[in-house]
């Protein structure tokens, strides 16, 4: 049984007689809307919202195979209809967000790439930092940390189409072989955590996932992990990956977490905005079926010269996904 305060005075009883997580199954009115995608399910059946003008930055934590991917693809899938722009950054040479590539308007699939890829991010930043100036009568010269406003002010006929930055297994893009490398990675994070200090304003969001992310990943990492404040942990493999993701939310989601069977792929803990935690767990979606909506809605990508370079070559193909798939691939039409 769940209890909730309505209002003072009045309570909502919710009696849930089976465990809804075992076969996700969303419900009608899940509330979704512009920027909030009704992710997954909780465990007393009401529906996860990823809200991203509530929750700019979130941090998605997992062992290998324990549901992170199936996470952002959800997101994807439900941004996809709706007049933003989606960029992806995926180290793992594209596997986990080519498939997606009719409706992204940038994708990175290696360190290189991601190098050149996050300064225009951050320009892109600046210049709506100086559009928001520049409207609101601000000089010039004021630092863009002490501007109040943002781009929801703005007219809407100037105001800047919000960006969703994904970055599927943060730690590839943080890898290091040489001195070199190193250089690179900081100054990666550097614009990283530059992008979750300011995007907000800017409507740039950044939703990260990995399966660890501490101080390995180098100078600046904390830093960064202090910057995404939405937190979802599916099964990590030790207890010190679950801290990562939820020991600043409550001792107890870190137990949760470590509870988490691996029968159940996409069964997750997710802090809330209120400090508290619960369980979560997403509903299947196919690689087809989310690719197939990108697909669809690839005429709603919007126009951002910025990112023209970094737009990817979109497959003739469907993707496949392994081992088999029964579903026959037909020729996609422009
Ligand atoms: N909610 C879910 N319901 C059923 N199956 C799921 C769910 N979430 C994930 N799976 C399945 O579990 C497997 C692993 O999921 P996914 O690829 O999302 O994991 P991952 O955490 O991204 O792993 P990796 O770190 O290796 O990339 C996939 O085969 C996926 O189809
Ligand atoms: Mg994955």
Same mark, same amino acid.
């Given at each position: !049984?769940?209890?909730? &305060?309505?209002?003072?005075?009045?309570?909502?009883?919710? $009696?849930?007689?089976?465990?809804?997580?075992?076969?996700?199954?969303?419900?009608?009115?899940?509330?979704?809307?512009?920027?909030?995608?009704?992710?997954?399910?909780?465990?007393?059946?009401?529906?996860?919202?990823?809200?991203?003008?509530?929750?700019?930055?979130?941090?998605?934590?997992?062992?290998?195979?324990?549901?992170?991917? !199936?996470?952002?693809?959800?997101?994807?899938?439900? =941004? *996809?209809?709706?007049?933003?722009?989606?960029?992806?950054?995926?180290?793992?040479?594209?596997?986990?967000? *080519?498939?997606?590539?009719?409706? =992204?308007?940038?994708?990175?699939?290696?360190?290189?790439?991601?190098?050149?890829?996050?300064?225009?991010?951050?320009?892109?930043?600046?210049?709506?930092?100086?559009?928001?100036?520049?409207?609101?009568?601000?000089? %010039?010269?004021?630092?863009?940390?002490?501007? &109040?406003?943002?781009?929801?002010?703005?007219?809407?006929?100037?105001?800047?189409?919000?960006?969703? $930055?994904?970055?599927?297994?943060?730690?590839?893009?943080?890898?290091?072989?040489?001195?070199?490398?190193?250089?690179?990675?900081?100054?990666?994070?550097?614009?990283? /955590?530059?992008?979750?200090?300011? +995007?907000?304003?800017?409507?740039?969001?950044?939703?990260?996932?990995?399966?660890?992310?501490?101080?390995?990943?180098?100078?600046?990492? &904390?830093? $960064?992990?202090?910057?995404?404040? +939405?937190?979802?942990?599916?099964?990590?493999?030790?207890?010190?990956?679950?801290? !990562?993701?939820?020991?600043?939310?409550?001792?107890?989601?870190?137990?949760?977490?470590?509870?988490?069977? %691996?029968?159940? %792929?996409?069964?997750?803990?997710?802090?809330? &905005?209120? +400090?508290?935690?619960?369980?979560?767990?997403?509903?299947?979606?196919?690689? +087809?079926?989310?690719?197939? /909506?990108?697909?669809?809605? *690839?005429? $709603?990508?919007?126009?951002?010269?910025? =990112?023209?370079?970094?737009?990817?070559?979109?497959?003739?193909?469907? %993707?496949?996904?392994?081992?088999?798939?029964?579903?026959?691939?037909?020729?996609?039409?422009?």
């Amino acid at each position: !049984m769940y209890v909730t &305060t309505v209002k003072p005075g009045v309570v909502e009883l919710r $009696l849930v007689g089976f465990d809804v997580l075992r076969r996700v199954q969303m419900p009608r009115k899940a509330g979704g809307g512009f920027l909030k995608v009704p992710v997954a399910l909780r465990e007393d059946a009401t529906p996860f919202v990823r809200d991203y003008r509530t929750i700019p930055h979130q941090l998605t934590l997992g062992a290998t195979l324990s549901g992170k991917s !199936m996470y952002l693809r959800h997101l994807i899938a439900g =941004l *996809a209809p709706q007049p933003v722009a989606l960029v992806g950054i995926d180290c793992k040479r594209g596997v986990e967000l *080519a498939p997606f590539a009719a409706r =992204l308007s940038a994708l990175a699939t290696d360190p290189e790439q991601a190098a050149e890829l996050l300064p225009v991010l951050v320009k892109e930043m600046e210049d709506r930092y100086d559009l928001i100036k520049a409207r609101q009568g601000i000089a %010039p010269g004021i630092p863009d940390e002490e501007i &109040t406003s943002d781009i929801w002010g703005l007219p809407e006929e100037e105001r800047p189409v919000p960006i969703v $930055l994904f970055v599927d297994e943060v730690a590839e893009l943080f890898l290091v072989a040489t001195r070199k490398d190193e250089e690179r990675r900081d100054e990666m994070v550097t614009q990283l /955590i530059r992008l979750a200090q300011l +995007g907000r304003a800017a409507g740039i969001y950044l939703e990260v996932c990995g399966q660890r992310f501490g101080a390995e990943l180098g100078k600046g990492a &904390t830093m $960064l992990r202090a910057q995404l404040t +939405g937190r979802v942990c599916h099964r990590v493999n030790d207890e010190a990956s679950a801290k !990562m993701a939820l020991g600043d939310i409550a001792p107890e989601a870190v137990y949760a977490a470590c509870a988490i069977a %691996p029968e159940r %792929p996409g069964l997750a803990v997710a802090g809330d &905005t209120s +400090g508290g935690w619960s369980r979560i767990r997403t509903p299947y979606l196919s690689l +087809g079926d989310a690719a197939e /909506i990108c697909r669809e809605s *690839a005429h $709603l990508m919007p126009d951002l010269p910025a =990112l023209k370079p970094f737009r990817p070559d979109v497959p003739l193909l469907p %993707p496949v996904e392994a081992p088999v798939s029964l579903v026959k691939p037909r020729p996609v039409t422009d």
